[in-house]
């Protein structure tokens, strides 16, 4: 979960950026970057999703004590669940146009999201989660995770994979990178590596490539 966490925070702390960065016009290029942020928004939607059908319930049961904080959290849910909604039809129309009003709404909207999300996120590890590790077991939250994994499939996972593991210090990097199917770990050493660093190298030109496995 707090691996997770680490992409979403960035994911979306660059989000603004990598649509401004986009010149007025260029089709292209907002076709690129606004697939891959609808990506991002795809992502966390069921990452979302998996939580409030396999996390939370169980832990409202099991933890009566904290239903005010499962209350919040589910609220932020449906915030974020409300602001995406808002983002797709101008992250489709900038997509298609590159013009400088849908390019700054977009944006705008990203850094709305990305001021939730660091609310929510962190609040999430430091209220929620301790109490989870407490009365949820490992299998209940490998359940949860791998509700994620189920609804894409292995060839969006192997492009996106590099990217999670590069928002996360080495230690939970090597144990996030276990965590994933055999399938899609054959897949990423063999394709996935270098699809990571041309899809990082395309979005940020002249940045240094984050370390990965």
Do not use: W
């Given at each position: 979960m707090r691996r997770v966490h680490r992409f979403f925070l960035w994911a979306y702390d660059e989000a603004p950026g990598l649509v401004r960065s986009t010149p007025i016009g260029d089709t292209?290029?907002?076709?690129?970057?606004?697939e891959v942020?609808?990506?991002?928004?795809?992502?966390?939607?069921?990452?979302?999703?998996?939580?409030?059908?396999?996390m939370y319930?169980?832990?409202?049961?099991?933890?009566?004590?904290?239903?005010?904080?499962?209350?919040?959290?589910?609220?932020?849910?449906?915030?974020?669940?409300?602001?995406l909604e808002h983002i797709?039809?101008?992250r489709r129309r900038w997509m298609e146009t590159a013009d400088e009003a849908a390019r700054e709404e977009l944006a705008e909207r990203?850094?709305?999201l990305s001021t939730l999300l660091k609310v929510h996120l962190r609040r999430e590890v430091t209220e929620v989660m301790p109490v989870v590790d407490r009365v949820l077991s490992a299998k209940e939250m490998d359940a949860v995770g791998?509700?994620?994994?189920?609804?894409?499939?292995?060839?969006f996972l192997v492009g996106y994979l590099g990217m999670m593991m590069a928002t996360n210090p080495p230690d939970d990097r090597k144990a996030f990178f276990k965590e994933i199917p055999p399938p899609v770990r054959l897949a990423y050493r063999l394709v996935g590596r270098r699809m990571y660093r041309r899809q990082?190298?395309?979005?940020?030109?002249?940045?240094?490539i984050p370390e990965t496995l």
């Open positions: 292209d290029r907002a076709a690129y970057v606004g942020l609808g990506n991002f928004d795809s992502v966390l939607h069921i990452h979302h999703e998996g939580e409030d059908l396999l319930p169980q832990l409202e049961g099991r933890a009566p004590g904290c239903a005010l904080h499962v209350a919040q959290m589910r609220e932020q849910h449906r915030q974020v669940g409300q602001r797709e039809p101008v990203y850094e709305d791998q509700h994620g994994i189920e609804q894409f499939d292995k060839k990082y190298s395309t979005l940020f030109p002249g940045r240094k």
